[in-house]
């Protein structure tokens, strides 16, 4: 961390500083220039509030140049997290596809999708039950009956499910789902957050549209500091001013995450594209990049799915998608 | 709604579609053309969901020209939203500011800048008793505590209070805070946003970082269609490549709420900006505007405050701030 | 500049970046800490390439803490700068409004909206002769006709005359124009600056759609490093993901700007908002917030102007305004 | 085109504006509802000007729902664009891979960097001779002389050479390159964009960096006009919110532009993300996603490279690289 002092700073307000700063242990080094001068600190300021330094009267700026983050953080835990999901293993060289309907909608459809998709090679099966929907009159899921027919599709053919939490006092609802997923709305919704970390349960923690790769890792701190260190990461499009598509995916978020955590990343080139048709390059793409796995919406019946139909796949395009992911995986970057 | 037809539609494709318009109450109008076919939907497109008309197979397209937002409509509601807080007024005309410390953090703190806020014409008090922070190692609120704090100064000054509710399960601890706020962060929290419907108490609706105007009002929706129409809008930044201020306070927002809906427009300066020297000319530029009322940090000792410091006023400050406010309001656009 | 070296970095390799550094007249402050290495530099380091010291094979990251630009920096240049304009003053507490039509089209339109702007206080007349067009298709304007029909109203009103530049070849039709403007599109067209920099007149420079506040000013910079001081920042509206507005205005970047620069901030209210309706509120924000001037597009029939038509006003409501603006300009805030 | 009326709009109003649409030669479908009436407008609309339509009075509202080009369109040209430089062939299947260092330095420099790029399998040699840099104090190229040396390593190697232009007026010195790039800052630069319309030669048009899609294909549009149909579309990253990568690189842009228009489309990662280790990743996802090549820079010595070292690959990485991209390649998506 980096303190910038004002010109000419109180010679006794510069001490009381340093003197806070070794009783936080972190050892400050004092850069006296006839401009400027610079304190720079060195040791773990990840508990250090930078706001509090930024509010005194001497100090010009601060700037962090360490990460805030501890848990997710490679430097201090160089290892790739795998995570085992049922006998399924995700990072550190494993690759999976969590594939699936947006909505549970019947027994029916969960488990013709359920079999379809595990046919093609699918590893885990996504599914909503509890739906964020901008409307409050669009359709919000089936809920906890949406949670008992995909573990009825569980049942059937054996895959680990992934289903997404809206709230933390629906935490029992979860008891038997394998994967808990955190969407991007909720992103820093960090009571939610708080209670997942008491869990010791996979979460799919999916970027907030507007949220740096930063924001993401510290949501992800906010679980591990609770215990719980099977967290995955998910970028699933960002906000910008381009409207072609529904959100702009952020690939370059799998080589950098990689870089500054261990924990394994997941792409969702469905809800970044919003379209089918972009699914698969998307998923290609992501896969070449070198995600951990993909997460896809595939629909045995688009055309009438309760919502985001025009952004889910056919089982036959999902075929086609698994044995194109399959060639490019070996030259995929790590 | 509109909805554009691929080229040589299937006309008993088409006669199916139109029908299932007429089942929803909506009436369709064709225009057939040589490359391509529109129909246009007349009537209240409201609960019509466009993901499902978007992914039949002869829908090329679907725009929405009607707002999916009704209760907060101002076409169905005209007249403006007037907000009675204990007797203190906002819309419609009457105008209020908000002051207070970002965190309660002491019985001493809160009740000397209620009694400075209050004497410079607040009107009501405001300040964090939980509080959403970036990071799981910084300082998250005095929680019920601050509650009480809060409700003692409101005792000693008579100044209703607003404070930032985190999580469905705490409403009980909210009974008496006359304004209950939700963060930009749970804007979509739809969750809570359902739980507010349910009571009948003002709720100040932050937008959220990435969150267009049209998204608010649906979000205000959310609490409306609960029963609880008492919903103050609050714009405080959003998120753009501007890195010199923390957010990029949009000011338009305000006339723009203003001929969508009917409900009224705080602007928090002290959160876009992130720089008490910004707070002033930004909170004068609100006021020109014509929005119903600010929300501002104040805090008796910005340079030690726990949360938030760099950008709160001094009393004094706050003061000055005023006096402007007040001379700038006669002048203001509505 | 501080300067963060990777983890254990060689002795020679320090040795001979300290002594570089000190061959740029710049001094480097080193701090030794178990993990991490710091070199503060203290001097003007505006020559200084962050880029060459980055790809270093010893330097982690570097970062700037001096902003770089010099000629149009506030520290260096505490007073404000004062532009005339055949005795119209911008800057320094003057205040200046702009007004006209998008386009120039015709004699008469140019001169009857040139008279009614005159009337109602504006101190300077906007006229377009070149337009830039996303469409290769849409009118571009009269090209160097509108430059004398322009000419024209200014002989007949005496107010002096701001038009807009596409290209270096032009700025011989432009000898007798009293301000050059340059748009947003090309506030990055650095040929373009270099050949204003070389004259002796006044440049209101447009910020770019996606162009931070230390952009604008390094592209001041260029125009001043060749011995141009007398430059106007103008800005116009951000490109976010709000598309109710067609950009978002950022009010903050007059305060913002006043601070690091000394010249003067002008607002165009017309074109951040693109909608007539907008414009009479965003121009009262803007003075409340301490603009040195407004420019705003007046039409004597909106309805039937060449372009942007929908963000004109007619010369009643330009009128009603600049009563407004005078009202609120004692109360501003610098 | 739908043109959506004010409630209940004057009947002779309306009457003159189907007549008008008529004159225009796009046919009128008026659909009247009780809250609200809408005219579909069928035929070539890319020359009927919005803004012209919005400003009326009976008008609320336009939305074009055909792109508004028409060159550039592939409803208009279904085949792929192949463009042939010297042999080289881009688009339509034809791949290829443009590499060199961002600024030419030396003849030494240009000559080895472009002999290892062949011999790793570039087919075209990349090296700026005009540099647009942010500030006007950093290197800015050779220009004329790199011109020359380019030519010089272009004879040596027999590779097509592709360089930055950066004002119309340096056309000439132009003549003997292979293709005319123009940089994301000049994408809206109409005037230069004219010119190049007149040459015969390819011209590599780059995203402006907050450059929505179809602007890049209106600004591809002002070349084609002219007459030059030789473009080629490059995506280098767009400005968003996050900090961590230079730009965001949209790779969704390669089916999105392939969808909607016939031209080839080259991806550039090195610009994008500004850091030579997320080169690799970034440049196999372009291939995988469909790109028609890729723009690399190659520095023989990053370290000492006079701009943009930090993200410019070594001949050995690049190697590297080449071979990874020829195994994605047949499994691209297309």
Redesign the interface.
């Known amino acids: 961390m980096?303190v910038?002092l004002k010109k000419n700073p109180d010679k006794n307000q510069m001490d009381s500083l340093t003197n806070w700063f070794r009783s936080l242990g972190v050892?400050p080094?004092v850069?006296?220039?006839?401009?400027?001068t610079?304190i720079?600190l060195?040791?773990d300021t990840?508990?250090v509030?930078m706001?509090?330094i930024?509010?005194?009267?001497i100090v010009e700026?601060v700037?962090r140049?360490?990460e805030?983050f501890k848990n997710a953080n490679r430097k201090f835990h160089p290892e790739d997290t795998v995570i085992d999901v049922g006998g399924v293993k995700i990072g550190g060289g494993h690759f999976a596809v969590m594939a699936g309907p947006c909505s549970v909608e019947s027994e029916e459809q969960i488990c013709a999708v359920a079999q379809a998709v595990k046919a093609s090679g699918a590893q885990v099966l996504r599914g909503g039950a509890f739906k964020?929907?901008?409307?409050?009159?669009?359709?919000q899921g089936l809920h906890g009956d949406g949670i008992k027919l995909l573990l009825r599709a569980k049942e059937l053919t054996g895959l680990p499910i992934v289903s997404e939490i809206?709230?933390?006092?629906h935490i029992p609802l979860f008891e038997d789902v394998d994967i808990i997923q955190v969407g991007a709305?909720?992103m820093?919704?960090?009571?939610?957050l708080?209670q997942l970390g008491q869990l010791r349960k996979p979460v799919l923690l999916k970027r907030?549209?507007?949220n740096?790769?930063?924001?993401l890792l510290?949501s992800a701190?906010?679980i591990m500091?609770g215990g719980n260190d099977q967290v995955m990461l998910c970028e699933r499009g960002?906000?910008?001013?381009?409207?072609?598509?529904r959100n702009?995916?952020?690939?370059?978020a799998?080589?950098?995450l990689h870089?500054l955590s261990h924990l394994p990343v997941i792409i969702d080139p469905s809800h970044?594209?919003g379209s089918a048709?972009?699914v698969?390059?998307?998923a290609?793409?992501?896969?070449?990049?070198?995600a951990d796995g993909l997460i896809i919406e595939v629909h045995n019946d688009?055309?009438?799915?309760?919502?985001?139909?025009?952004q889910?796949l056919t089982p036959a395009d999902f075929d086609t998608l698994m044995h194109?992911v399959e060639?490019?995986r070996?030259?995929?970057?790590r």
């Open positions: 980096i910038i050892e080094h850069s006296v220039g006839s401009h400027q610079i720079g060195v040791g990840s508990r509030d706001d509090v930024r509010a005194m009267d700026d700037r140049i360490q805030p964020p929907r901008t409307s409050p009159y669009a359709f809206m709230d933390a006092s709305r909720n820093q919704n960090f009571e939610l708080k907030g549209l507007a740096t790769l930063q924001e510290m701190e906010y500091a960002i906000r910008t001013f381009e409207t072609y598509t702009t995916l952020d690939l370059s799998i080589p950098v870089s970044a594209t048709k972009l698969q390059p998307m290609l793409a992501a896969t070449a990049a070198g688009p055309a009438h799915a309760l919502c985001d139909g025009p889910s194109k060639a490019i070996p030259y995929a970057e």
